[in-house]
């Protein structure tokens, strides 16, 4: 079944603890931290995602547009993050196995995100090795909300779970940017379960008639 994850990179900051409650019939919560290096933009630290543990028992998907992100891994973990992501392109590939072995010693989800340049073949390591828990497809430029859907990742997402499919099939496969409820059937079409929505949620005059629309 499709998950849904409203990312509050779109909800109002001043009233957070109000937009997570608008969102309650969402599966997670996705939180986006931006170093202002891995991208321009920089967001928040692991004080407000402890706030946020504090305020929801919502699945906390955290993801790490940081740059060395395996420095950030305890903070964010003791935080209260369920699951983390970082990004392949953020550090050579033994930093990214540390990062992910640090994970599995504060017993937190791993995950491994690609930007849309990364070939979908660099996830098979992250598969077989590390045991990834999930796989994050970005179907636009990390950085900021409200981007359109990059179409020519679709490709992309239907190989990551053919590889999924074949070397972890218990991993979960997350698309984010660009979601709407058609994006998000396509992404559905080529294999994803679980979808981050932003602008499509929080912009909507019915939130969770946004996400049950996003559900299909």
Same mark, same amino acid.
């Given at each position: 079944?499709?998950?849904?994850? +409203? ?32 991208? +321009? ?8 995602? @402890? ?41 050579? +590939? ?30 098979? +390591?992250y598969l077989c090795e590390a045991q990834a828990d999930l796989i994050l497809v970005m179907t636009v430029e ?15 997402? @239907? ?17 984010d940017g660009g979601i709407h409820p058609a994006t998000a059937r396509q992404a559905a079409e080529a294999g994803a379960d679980v979808l981050v929505a932003g602008s499509a949620v929080y912009s909507a ?12």
């Amino acid at each position: 079944m499709i998950k849904i994850a +409203p990312s509050i990179l779109s909800a109002d900051f001043c009233n957070l603890e109000r937009d997570i409650q608008r969102v309650s019939s969402a599966d997670w919560l996705h939180v986006d931290v931006m170093d202002g290096m891995f991208v +321009p933009n920089l967001t928040i630290g692991p004080p407000v995602v @402890q706030s946020i543990r504090a305020r929801t028992e919502m699945f906390l998907d955290v993801h790490l547009m940081v740059e060395k992100p395996v420095r950030l891994v305890d903070a964010f973990a003791r935080a209260g993050a369920d699951l983390l992501t970082v990004h392949l392109e953020a550090d050579m +590939p033994p930093a990214i196995h540390a990062a992910l072995a640090e994970m599995d010693r504060l017993g937190v989800k791993k995950g491994i995100a690609l930007r849309p340049i990364t070939a979908a073949e660099a996830v098979i +390591p992250y598969l077989c090795e590390a045991q990834a828990d999930l796989i994050l497809v970005m179907t636009v430029e990390p950085g900021f909300g409200g981007q359109p859907f990059l179409a020519g990742q679709l490709p992309k997402i @239907q190989a990551v779970r053919r590889y999924i499919q074949r070397y972890r099939p218990e991993c979960r496969l997350e698309v984010d940017g660009g979601i709407h409820p058609a994006t998000a059937r396509q992404a559905a079409e080529a294999g994803a379960d679980v979808l981050v929505a932003g602008s499509a949620v929080y912009s909507a005059p019915d939130p969770a008639a946004a996400i049950a629309a996003l559900r299909g």
